[in-house]
């Protein structure tokens, strides 16, 4: 191998070093499955504030926040970290933590051994949780519109819960306008992890997602990895 063989080989490892692993990844994007079990999960739920389904599908709904929705979403963030995702990662592990932590304190509420929250606390849960929300929607603008919309409409979907927090029957019919927004960003999770499942196996977009232009140069097309659309960006 010729010394300039070696040289342009070194030169292209650097790259990826530096830029992350963008054609081939050496592990497989775990965004499909973080968004399903938000998705899924979140689906549940809206059954019950909607009165679509039973009151007690609240308690399903928190079985599978912890496996599927918690532990499987915050493993995929773990997996996005590998894929040096940091947008990937912080979303899905604060999102699966999120559900790990509601199933387990509604777990402990039923068992009495915690009393059940307040209506202020409810309202400072959900309050914060759609500003963390928010916060992360600002660093969407590099992704596409389905990602983008999708922080945008949870962040609305906390604070309408918010309002549907306490006993007065217009807060009950808020809690059912809450309900089917939910499910309606239940839906957009379910497509954009189909549309990241049917590129990686199909090697094409079969879905459109519809990406927004580089910030900085940088690009999020898809929820699971990084590119750098000009090859001179990652030495900057």
Known sequence: MSSDSIALLAQRLQALQEEGIKVNPATANPAPLGLYGFALTTALLQGQKTGLT??????????????????????????????????????????????????????????????????????????????????????TFHTNVVTCWLFFSLAILFWLLVGGVGPSDERVTLTKVAGGWGFMVAAVAFYDGTAALMKDVYGKQILPVFPLKPVNKVSLGDFGTKRFVDPEAGKA
């Open 54 to 139: 039973e009151p007690t599908t609240g308690q399903l709904a928190m079985g599978f926040g912890f496996f599927f929705g918690g532990l499987a979403q915050f493993c995929a963030g773990l997996l996005e970290y590998h894929r040096r995702n940091t947008f990937g990662t912080v979303a899905f592990c604060c999102y699966g933590a999120f559900w790990m932590s509601l199933a387990i304190y509604q777990t402990l509420v039923a068992a009495e051994v915690f009393a059940p929250v307040p209506v202020e606390g409810d309202h400072l849960m959900l309050t914060l949780w759609g500003i963390l929300t928010f916060l992360l929607w600002l660093c």
